[in-house]
């Protein structure tokens, strides 16, 4: 049997799209199908004009279900500066002549769900990240016993307000039961390695205006990041020094080949530190990069050119950077697996092996189904 999967990724201007399909007889992922089109409606999840992004998504979703076979599922990636996060534990006692059961589970990540994150903001993803039983981290819990046991959680938010735009434009088209996903969780989970995850690692995805960051320490996703800072400040930059339009400078860099040129190549090296002093500024506000500053950089998106990582290591200190892609993925081309897709790839390769839609209107109850797709990450049921 074959599932289809398509996953939207809004860019700044742009829409990416891709098509997924997961074979259950050989448990293998193929990129089928991908797409970009242009949308001055929509910016990084922000809908900009409700009508025109209507237009420009169904036509997206039209083109690419055509090569899928079977009815798919849709994912749409969250970003923007409307989102948040934010750690969150639980603890639930356990009887300890009982083993624990499923029950137990929901009821800890029960505790963990945020009694008060304020009227303007909306959970959308609880990804849990450690179970602890009787003080020892790093269990799974069910088939145990124990007398209590605590999780440990990062949870997504967003302002309602862009969301339920983002919603109604979804359910114009007739997708209201789509699954949104943070890009930046996304991009972790097929990105990262897993000894990258152990060790202090910083995921950074920049897009043309807005960009995206995670920290990783001992397995835990410490924090997130979404800046409203990307490529496009490098564009200014090597603009203001050539004295050109950005437009141009843009079309310049897309055919340039990094040592082609020694004055272009210093001057793209100084945008690059100047946009990476961006980032830590916002990054050295928050207490965990300060405790866990990053040993290595792992870069992702359209902003990822050679100068911005070694600008990565310089700025962030850090002893490693690498530029991630889905090198290893099948594809039907290699078109399919430039940088511009990464985001889309992921959480469609997200969306196949963790999620199921969820109906928007019930995203904030204490439901069951949320709590099964929780265990369902864990491979729990």
């Known amino acids: 049997m074959e599932e289809s999967f398509i996953a939207l990724d809004f860019g700044s201007s742009q829409i990416s799209a891709v098509l997924l399909t997961y074979d259950e007889d050989t448990a293998t992922c193929r990129v089928r199908y991908a797409t970009r089109k242009k949308c001055t409606a929509i910016s990084a999840c922000y809908i900009l004009d409700f009508d025109k992004a209507v237009q420009a998504v169904a036509e997206l979703l039209q083109e690419i279900s055509e090569y899928a076979k079977l009815t798919p599922t849709v994912v749409v990636g969250l970003r923007g500066e409307f989102l948040s996060f934010h750690r969150s534990s639980g603890t639930h006692t356990l009887n300890s002549q009982q083993v624990i ?23 959308v993803n609880i990804l849990p990240q450690l179970f602890i039983l009787d003080g020892k981290e790093g269990v799974k819990p069910i088939g145990l016993t124990g007398n209590w046991l605590d999780v440990e959680t990062l949870v997504s938010c967003a302002l309602k307000g862009p969301l339920n735009n983002l919603n109604r434009v979804m359910a114009a088209v007739g997708y209201e039961d789509y699954e949104g996903v943070p890009s930046i969780i996304a991009l972790c989970d097929s990105l990262l390695k897993p000894e990258e995850k ?31 800072e990307g490529f496009q400040h490098i564009i200014q930059e090597v603009s203001d020094v050539l004295q050109t339009e950005p437009d141009e400078t843009q079309s310049l860099l897309r055919n340039y080949e990094y040592g082609e ?6 001057v793209l090296d100084e945008a690059a530190k100047n946009l990476l ?22 870069l992702s998106g ?45 959480l469609a390769l997200y969306s196949q092996r963790h999620g199921e839609p969820i109906r928007r209107n019930q995203i904030q109850q204490k439901a069951t189904s949320l709590f099964s797709r929780v265990l369902a990450k864990l491979g729990m049921n």
Do not use: C
């Open 261 to 266: 040129d020694e004055v272009l190549d210093d």
């Open 302 to 346: 359209g902003g990822a050119i050679l100068p911005v990582k070694n600008a990565a290591k310089e700025v962030l200190n850090a002893r490693r950077a690498r530029v991630a892609t889905h090198d290893n993925l099948i594809a039907d081309s290699e078109d399919l697996l430039i940088a511009g897709y990464t985001s889309a790839i992921s």
């Open 198 to 228: 152990k060790n202090r690692t910083l995921l950074l995805d920049i897009g043309y205006q807005h960009s995206s960051a995670a920290l990783y320490h001992k397995g835990i996703l410490e924090t997130a990041w979404e800046i409203s």
């Open 101 to 123: 059961q499923e029950k137990d589970v929901h009821a800890v990540l029960d505790e963990a769900y945020p009694k008060n994150i304020g009227e303007q903001l909306e959970i």
């Open 277 to 298: 002093k961006k980032f830590r500024q916002e990054f050295t506000q928050s207490i965990s990069y300060i405790k866990n500053a990053p040993q290595q950089i792992v």
